[in-house]
């Protein structure tokens, strides 16, 4: 997947060719990126956001004013967590605008306020592409150091007119994406971020445990997804039946203890990532022998006491991440308890999954998620739990992002 982890700001703006971009989106998809979406009113007129939204699974952005995005996202995160941003179709108008420094839509603020490369793929009729003002607002683009893909002569959609400003190919576009991504440096290159995964086996004797359903699936993808962005992961794994990710260095533990030991002698790191789920509590003393079943003495009697908390520790700790990740997972009360536990554990965010039956999170390959912060909750819809590792590891590049190396 050669753009597996690459996380791109797709800016639609209105043109017959916005019809082409839902085939972007699935080709980009398919190589691994991550792709968000914003889309400009006349695009909207074109195809709609619903389309726009199930094909990148994502949310949509349209409105520079939405106070939910605003408080959560906004469009200046918007333009920064994103590895790439590209425009198709990029209309005259929305050239207009870049070339002139109008920020008075989403689409135009997020791209006055990006630090990130943009490229362009223009589309619109032959006539509007030869006119002397958008070859200024071109050649004043690429002065700034926009990045260009098309337009191809042909036929024109609407107009029945031939000649040059067909916009390019879905698979040219992401030929022209591969290039640019090619030549940037990796998001988390030079960052060291610890995940932990799977249960943890608590034993009641040397042949017997507690544990829990956590198969390491998240987790494991996590660390992956992380290490694609250029990230050197530590991945402390319970016992679990998947492969150890490929370029993750991984310890592998039992206990809770044993866990948050590797944990602690890992640090210093820039961001942990507590997806482990982590036994609350082990037996009081594990026996050194195998208990034995005795006719009439009944069953023996475990009394339990509290594992260390692996979340709160870091949380809490001297030497404290950047960035610190738990996860939630619950049966009930879901984004109340993920709140809760931000607080109470020192958390910069809780993933939150539901662990129903009905949910299917634990062993299941697939995941729904909400991401609770203090700014307010993003919900997710559900997706693989690579997908959600791609994210989630974007989202993560995006907070280090403004934090020195
Ligand atoms: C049927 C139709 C097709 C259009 N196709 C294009 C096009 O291909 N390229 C373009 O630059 N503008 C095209 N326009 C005009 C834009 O939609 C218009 O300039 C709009 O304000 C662009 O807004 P935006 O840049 O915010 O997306 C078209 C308009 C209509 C009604």
Known sequence: MTLSGKRILLIVGGGIAAYKTLELIRRLRERG?????????????????LSVGTLTADRVFTDLFDRDDEHDVGHIRLSREADLIIVAPASADLM?????GLASDLASAVLLATDKK??????MNPRM????????NRATLAKDGVAFVGPNRGEMAESGEAGEGRMAEPLEIVAAIEAELASAPAPL????????SGPTHEPIDPVRYIANRSSGKQGHAIAEALAGLG???????????????????TIHVETARAMMQAVEAALPADAAVFVAAVADWRSDAAAGEKIKKVAGEGPPVLRMVENPDILATIGHHARRPYLVVGFAAETQDLVANAKAKLKRKG????VANDVSAEGGAMGGDRNRVRIV??????????????????????????RLATVEV
């Open 33 to 49: 990126a991550a792709v968000r979406a914003v889309m400009t009113a006349a695009a909207q007129q074109f195809v709609t956001p």
């Open 96 to 100: 207009a605008k870049l070339a002139t």
């Open 118 to 123: 943009v490229l362009m793929a223009p589309a």
């Open 129 to 136: 592409w030869d006119h002397p003002a958008t070859r200024r």
């Open 189 to 196: 290159s030079g960052r060291k971020i610890i995940v932990t």
């Open 231 to 249: 990230a050197e992961v530590l991945l402390v794994s319970g016992p679990v039946n998947v492969p150890d990710p490929a370029g993750v260095r």
């Open 347 to 350: 958390a910069d965010f809780i």
């Open 373 to 398: 912060s203090k700014s307010g909750v993003d919900d997710w819809p559900e997706m693989s739990k690579q997908e959600v590792a791609r994210r989630l590891a974007a989202v993560i590049a995006g």
